[in-house]
T-cell receptor, first 111, second 113 residues
């Protein structure tokens, strides 16, 4: 069964606006990661947040993790057209060292 | 550039063909992975190699055959594929199997006619 599920499936915003994507998961995790994928390309690791952390920042990215609700959010501030991509959350569970991906959020940032 | 190179970028093959996908990583990693990405579906982990040994096979049909001759190279041999095997095949590597962060190649877009 799917571990991570992103919401919304698609998001369209104007350049300069903030973009928020959410991820929900089902089982206990060691950490949660966010990846970005440009159309037809490989995934690029953006940020990792561990289960004992609540918030993490990296440049224009802000990730939160609520283990009681089994959910995470990715905020991209002051979005740019170049941020147009699909964004995936992935949960890492220690048992079996499994990294499981969701179906992604397609973000489109328009000029 | 992530340090993981996949060739070819695109591949069209008939159901009776035999072809191979190649992945090479220049990061000194010890774990390598094959993922399948189909439209509207989560990434599917196919195979995992750790220090050249296969440690995971997620019930992948035998028409997909992986090979890992050394820690830097990973192949996926394809034969008698089906149209539903058309997808983006992604190779990834990590420091080792316990390291959580993956580095992906750009993928091979496979079309089976």
């Amino acid at each position: 069964s799917q571990q991570g599920e992103e919401d919304p499936q698609a998001l369209s915003i104007q350049e300069g606006e903030n973009a928020t994507m959410n991820c929900s998961y089902k089982t206990s995790i060691n950490n949660l990661q966010w990846y970005r994928q440009n159309s037809g390309r490989g995934l690029v690791h953006l940020i990792l947040i561990r289960s004992n952390e609540r918030e993490k920042h990296s440049g224009r990215l802000r990730v939160t993790l609520d283990t009681s609700k089994k959910s995470s959010s990715l905020l991209i501030t002051a979005s740019r057209a170049a941020d147009t991509a699909s964004y995936f959350c992935a949960t890492f569970t220690g048992g079996g060292n499994k990294l499981t991906f969701g179906t992604g959020t397609q973000l489109k940032v328009e000029l | 550039e992530t340090g993981v190179t996949q060739t070819p970028r695109h591949l069209v093959m008939g159901m009776t063909n035999k072809k191979s996908l190649k992945c090479e990583q220049h990061l000194g990693h010890n774990a390598m992975y094959w993922y399948k990405q189909s439209a509207k579906k989560p990434l599917e982990l196919m195979f995992v190699y750790n220090f050249k040994e296969q440690t995971e096979n997620n019930s992948v049909p035998s028409r997909f055959s992986p090979e890992c001759p050394n820690s830097s190279h990973l192949f996926l041999h394809l034969h008698t594929l089906q149209p539903e095997d058309s997808a983006l095949y992604l190779c990834a590597s990590s420091q080792d199997r316990t390291n959580e962060k993956l580095f992906f190649g750009s993928g091979t877009q496979l079309s089976v006619l």
